[in-house]
């Protein structure tokens, strides 16, 4: 691995953030996270294959959640039980990578030492000081069992691998005030600066009240906190894994350093509401003179909101990568079947592939796609074109490793007339429901269409990931769906299988739509319109795995698609830790 130091940067993919509130464990610590005493210790002695992923991030066992970014080689740091594959006993694992694809393991990089994390070392960001000097911010349960702010430095910092760290004794560096609950105030961000401090956000709730504390900092070790929180929205409950950053409003597909301060930029603010365990965003405006941060009129702050990913996407984080000019976005995708099926496979959790962001020319959303190096991964190719779909037919893409590829492919359709109706009863509810009454399988007019993937060779199993066209009084309602319903043939009511959908603001004035689908086993991620709706899906085929996996291309609507093009990649395993 290269020792290239020229640029610097740092993710740090959040959160502890794992199944939903409400159980507390015995000692009270944190009531956010189900404990299973008995399983959280119980080391995999085996590892099982079946619906491992080939080209995800995955440790070698065990328990994931979470990572973070730096320096001229990626790190990445996340949250990890090396004792089992449940959640906890939880420390920063450690891999490093020069293309984001290739990982090589490293020893555990913070782990609960100090009277100030001797309960836990949870998630935080790191952020580089000017002389190329990185810092860990993360949230410790301390001797009293209160979530504190804490840093951490580099013991080397000319070590490339930065492997060891050092948490000084001066620590932590914020505590819950009076006002605050002590189980509710974790997550800080990358720091940013502006007007001669450094500041960051904390996540957090009052009651019910999502709340980003903001704390400024003019030596990066003591911290102040704001009067005002840089941002809070009533009736969303606890903020995990806040992230704020710029965005270029020029069209440019550029990534902007958190602390960019210049004109034509817009600001996000993303949060992991612990409620819904769903990411939500907006875009808007940084006053910085307030120190406030005001979402735009066009962007709905809250759970009806938009989001990165309509699927299984939780406890991203984003860093700006200097190297190549961009923006990434890292998430996590839990498991969706039972703890002790993971207890028994022995692992749980992936990273999803890291994805560029940007702004959408029209300013009201970002667009997001797969990081180009993942394209090196790509092996034998087959491709088709200008073929056409009657109602009812598919068509199978043969060649190459359906349970682990990349596909992209444009639909295209004559006209818009045969588009259905657009309930207006369905502006009450969620994408995901509108899926939910309108399957792959129910006939359409202008869709259902799009592709089988993960398919049993008689279709018993499947992962459908589709269009559906809709006609409302003034405009045209696009919907994407990826329905995990049909994705399993076991009986099991323990597996979780949702009809998950977003809709797509898309010009359809060229009566085209593309698609593009990363497959891997276990997960289906699936990029609507050029990255304007993601949607990923975490399935558990019986029949569909591996040599018996099939992909197709199908349309259920009585408007004829013609697949105009498509292409398919098998895809190889990177080295993985
Ligand atoms: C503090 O937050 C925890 C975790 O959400 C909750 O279980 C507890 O009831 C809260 N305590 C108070 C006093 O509100
Ligand atoms: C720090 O790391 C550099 C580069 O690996 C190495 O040459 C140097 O000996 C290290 N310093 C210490 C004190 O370990
Ligand atoms: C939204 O904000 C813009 C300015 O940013 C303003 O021109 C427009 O009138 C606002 N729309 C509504 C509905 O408030
Ligand atoms: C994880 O999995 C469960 C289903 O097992 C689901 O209900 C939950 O919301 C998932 N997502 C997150 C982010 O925890
Ligand atoms: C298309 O519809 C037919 C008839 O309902 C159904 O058997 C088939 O599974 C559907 N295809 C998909 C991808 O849902």
Same mark, same amino acid.
């Given at each position: ?27 009270? *610590? ?51 039980? $090396? ?24 020893? $555990? ?62 620590? /932590?560096?914020? *505590? ?114 307030? =120190? ?26 984003? +860093?700006? =990568? ?47 796609? /797969? ?39 444009? +639909?295209? +359709? ?27 399988? =129910? ?47 076991? =009986? ?5 299988? $949702? ?79």
């Amino acid at each position: 691995m290269g020792l290239a130091k020229s640029f610097s940067v740092f993710l740090l993919v959040c959160c502890l953030c794992v199944i939903t509130n409400i159980i507390d464990n015995n000692n009270g *610590v944190e009531a956010s996270h189900f404990v299973f005493p008995h399983l959280q210790n119980k080391l995999a002695v085996q590892v099982k294959q079946l619906h491992r992923t080939g080209y995800h991030f995955q440790p070698p066992r065990n328990w994931i959640n979470g990572p973070m970014y730096f320096n001229g080689i990626y790190h990445l740091f996340y949250q990890y039980n $090396p004792k089992g594959a449940v959640w906890g006993n939880i420390v920063w694992a450690h891999s490093v990578s020069t293309d984001l694809v290739n990982w090589k393991a490293l020893e $555990p990089a913070i782990y609960a030492s100090k009277p100030f994390d001797i309960n836990g070392c949870w998630s935080g960001s790191a952020t580089v000081l000017p002389g190329n000097r990185p810092v860990i911010l993360y949230t410790g349960i301390d001797t009293q069992e209160r979530q504190v702010q804490n840093y951490a430095i580099p013991e080397n910092a000319s070590d490339p691998y930065l492997i060891k760290w050092i948490k000084p004794d001066n620590n /932590p560096i914020a *505590v819950p005030t009076p006002d605050m609950n002590v189980s509710t105030f974790r997550d800080p961000t990358t720091a940013w600066w502006d007007s001669g401090h450094w500041k960051m956000v904390v996540g957090s709730r009052r009651k019910r009240r999502g709340m980003a504390y903001l704390y400024r900092s003019r030596d990066f070790i003591n911290w102040v906190k704001a009067k005002h929180p840089l941002h809070s929205t009533p009736n969303t409950g606890m903020w995990e894994c806040p992230d704020f950053y710029p965005v270029h409003q020029d069209g440019s597909t550029n990534g902007l350093d958190t602390s960019f301060n210049g004109p034509k930029v817009k600001h996000v603010f993303k949060v992991s509401l612990d409620l819904t365990r769903y990411e939500y965003y907006t875009l808007g405006t940084y006053l910085r003179d307030k =120190d406030r941060y005001v979402p735009d009129n066009t962007s709905v702050d809250g759970w009806r909101g938009l989001r990165y990913d309509y699927g299984n996407f939780y406890a991203s984080k984003s +860093f700006f =990568d200097a190297k190549l000019n961009r923006r990434i976005l890292w998430g996590w995708a839990n498991e969706s079947d039972s703890k002790d099926d993971d207890s028994e496979k022995g692992w749980a959790g992936v990273q999803l592939i890291p994805r560029k962001v940007w702004l959408d020319p029209s300013g009201k959303q970002l667009l997001q796609w /797969p990081i180009q190096e993942l394209e090196t991964l790509r092996g034998k190719k087959v491709e088709m074109s200008n073929v056409p779909l009657k109602t009812g037919g598919s068509v199978e893409v043969t060649g190459i490793t359906p349970a682990q590829a990349d596909v992209e492919v444009t +639909f295209s +359709f004559p006209s818009l007339d045969k588009a259905e109706q657009f309930d207006s009863s369905w502006e009450n509810i969620d994408a995901q429901d509108v899926c939910g009454l309108k399957a792959s399988k =129910d006939l359409g007019g202008l869709g259902p269409f799009g592709l089988m993937t993960l398919a049993s060779v008689n279709k018993e199993e499947f992962t459908p990931v589709f269009f559906r066209i809709f006609k409302a009084p003034n405009k045209h309602v696009v919907l994407m769906c990826s329905d995990a319903r049909s994705s399993t043939v076991k =009986d099991s009511d323990k597996i979780y299988k $949702p009809s998950f959908a977003g809709y797509v603001d898309v010009d359809l004035t060229d009566k085209k739509l593309s698609l593009r689908s990363l497959i891997d086993h276990s997960v289906v991620e699936s990029f609507g319109a050029g990255g304007k709706t993601v949607i990923t899906s975490r399935v558990y085929p019986e029949l569909a795995t591996f040599r018996d996996a099939h992909l197709f291309a199908f349309n259920n609507g009585t408007e004829t698609i013609t697949v105009e093009t498509l292409s398919a990649w098998s895809m190889n395993a990177p080295a993985m830790n």
